[in-house]
């Protein structure tokens, strides 16, 4: 076999490195894609987990949301947040939360790697929402996971990644063009993922699919594969920070910086600090 072929790298063996996500995060997004789930039905899984349930009641307990008396009922905390935000905030922690940020590794930020999902979570949410023929949960849901391949593969090697996004960033090329060189797809190692966590099948299509030029709001796989090029191309790269080119500034448009309002909002529900990193 010649030297110029990648050697690849297994995908089972990186999906295996990923710590198992917690049950009640499966349980969460199972319960938030459930359209006939109410605050309670959310409350019953969100109380399984300790620190989830602690992070929703300090969040509701805090200056923006205070009330005369403290709020000590999970089920009455996600009544006050209202539904749609009670279930972004539980998706988004129970997931999030299952694997924090390393500082030990430079150039792939796990903090970053998060608010780009995010992004991407909203964004392909309000896209199912124009389109009318998707689920906005699910969409949430995809978007938040569409990247976990990537994450599988930081869990198996964080020096390789470091070094792909080193090349990817030196010679100005996509991570996605670098992975393919090193013999990985992140998308498909997602899928696999997903399929491992006995996700819906639309979910599991949409990971898998999420760099395909998909243009439609009429699918999941549509949605999130437009989110991800409408964040990545205005800065918002998929877990490292790209600094504009010496003499000019990056400036967002308005609907993206809208966006990234909402975005530092629950990546501060969820981490109980404001956001620390911006899309420069």
């Known amino acids: 076999m010649g030297d110029s072929q990648p050697a690849g790298i297994d995908i089972v063996a990186a999906i295996e490195a990923l710590p198992p996500l917690p049950a009640v995060a499966l349980r969460v997004m199972q319960v938030a894609q459930d359209p006939k ?5 959310l409350a019953l899984v969100v109380s399984a987990d300790p620190g989830l349930s602690s992070r929703i009641l300090r969040v509701v307990n805090s200056a923006a949301y205070r009330r005369m ?45 998060w608010r780009h999902a995010i992004a991407v ?95 439609s709001p009429h699918t999941l796989a549509g949605c999130v594969a437009m989110a991800d090029r409408y964040v990545v191309g205005n800065g ?12 000019t500034q990056r400036i967002p448009s308005p609907d993206f910086a809208g966006l990234m309002k909402q975005v530092d909002a629950l990546m501060e529900l969820v981490t109980g600090e404001p956001a620390g990193v911006r899309a420069a």
Not at 193 to 210: F, Q, V
């Open 69 to 113: 008396r403290e709020i000590t009922s999970v089920q009455q905390a996600l009544v006050t947040l209202g539904f749609v935000q009670a279930r972004n905030l539980a998706v988004s922690g129970a997931i999030a939360g299952a694997y924090a940020p390393d500082a030990l590794h430079a150039l792939f930020r796990i903090e970053v790697f």
């Open 37 to 41: 789930a109410s605050a309670s039905d």
């Open 121 to 215: 979570a909203f964004k392909a949410a309000e896209y199912a929402g124009q389109g009318r023929r998707v689920d906005v949960p699910s969409a949430f849901t995809a978007g938040i996971v569409h990247n976990m391949g990537r994450l599988a593969l930081f869990y198996r090697d964080p020096a390789l990644v470091d070094q792909a996004v080193a090349r990817a960033m030196a010679e100005e090329r996509t991570l996605e063009e670098v992975e393919a060189e090193l013999g990985f797809d992140h998308a498909a190692a997602g899928e696999l993922l997903a399929r491992k966590w006995k996700l819906p099948e639309p979910i599991c299509e949409a990971i898998g699919r999420h760099h395909e030029p998909l243009d």
């Open 236 to 247: 918002l790269l998929p877990g490292y920070v790209l600094p504009p080119a010496p003499g």
